[in-house]
């Protein structure tokens, strides 16, 4: 077993594909799927089933991941520390429910970032692909809410998947509303304020469950509905129709504008939001520091950091 070989492992699940690692590592695909097989021959174990749609780890090969990932880290720790070699490019993909605190997060992470290279992916998706996203090791993170209402659903679903879920905060809900709206001036409001205007949500697609939805109240009855895909479509139909979203409350003036307000919403649910991972695998150290900054973002908002302690109860 080589470091080489472990490289290769690596950019493949970065990749998703032997044939675009083979691509990014300019290697032949023949040759870089040789490599890989005589790497499971070798430890015994299969790393990747196989099948007509592609590849994806196995069991073992998640625990394998996990193991290759920490000694490619430290090699080039090393590498940097005696032989003076550049850092390699550095890679992290996180999967999120649309919130801008994961945003504010992703931002200062790469602005600290002290390497040339990077390639980070910041998936804003909805709630069942994040979690197949992190299943998958696509995403080495995902970033969800549970509350009464769905979290049995849910974490029946992160237990079957091997996944677990690390609570960050407990948000008290809010409504966003264009700062011009009607009832931009109110300090917290009542649903009921809120039945003439439009109700924005963000579309689950094939999994269209209520237990799925990103904003709470998912059950009741809107007389105007609007699902939209991305947040930016959502806050233009804030601002152009006098809509509102039922979300967190962390807003970022710096990353949304002045035009989009959050109103407290009078409502006994809360929102728990955190994040999951992998059982299987260990967090890359970049992905580990992109929890950190998220811990110092939600901090600077006011809201208290959920301890280890706490989430072990």
């Not at 006994?268 to 059982?279: H, L, P, R, S, V």
């Amino acid at each position: 077993m080589t470091l080489q070989q472990l490289k290769y492992i690596l950019t493949i699940v970065n990749c998703g594909s032997i044939s675009e690692a083979a691509k990014q590592l300019f290697i032949s695909q023949p040759s870089l799927s040789s490599a890989v097989k005589e790497m499971e021959q070798e430890i015994g174990i299969e790393i990747f089933l196989r099948s007509s749609k592609g590849i994806a780890l196995s069991n073992e090969g998640a625990e394998f991941l996990s193991y290759a990932r920490q000694v490619v880290e430290q090699a080039e720790l090393l590498e940097q520390r005696y032989m003076n070699k550049k850092p390699s490019k550095k890679l992290c993909s996180i999967s999120t429910q649309h919130y801008a605190f994961s945003v504010q997060a992703f931002v200062s992470l790469l602005k600290d970032l002290n390497t040339n290279e990077y390639e980070c992916t910041l998936r804003e998706t909805r709630t069942h692909e994040i979690i197949e996203d992190v299943r998958n090791m696509r995403s080495e993170l995902g970033i969800l809410y549970l509350n009464d209402f769905n979290q049995k659903v849910i974490q029946k679903m992160l237990k079957e998947n091997d996944l677990q879920f690390h609570p960050l905060f407990v948000a008290e809900p809010h409504v966003f509303i264009s700062s011009e709206h009607p009832l931009a001036a109110k300090s917290i409001l009542d649903i009921e304020d809120l039945d003439e205007f439009p109700c924005l949500a963000f579309e689950q697609g094939e999994y269209n469950s209520f237990y799925f939805s990103e904003e709470i109240l998912s059950t009741r009855t809107y007389k105007k509905k609007i699902l939209v895909s991305d947040r930016a479509t959502l806050f233009n139909l804030l601002i152009g129709l006098n809509g509102y979203t039922i979300s967190s409350g962390v807003l970022n003036s710096d990353l949304n504008g002045e035009q989009i307000k959050s109103v407290r919403l009078r409502t006994d649910e809360n929102m728990q939001i955190g994040y999951i991972t992998n059982k299987k695998v260990n967090l890359s150290l970049l992905a580990a520091d992109y929890v950190r900054k998220l811990k110092s973002v939600i901090s600077d908002f006011g809201y208290t950091i959920i301890s280890q302690e706490e989430e072990l109860k």
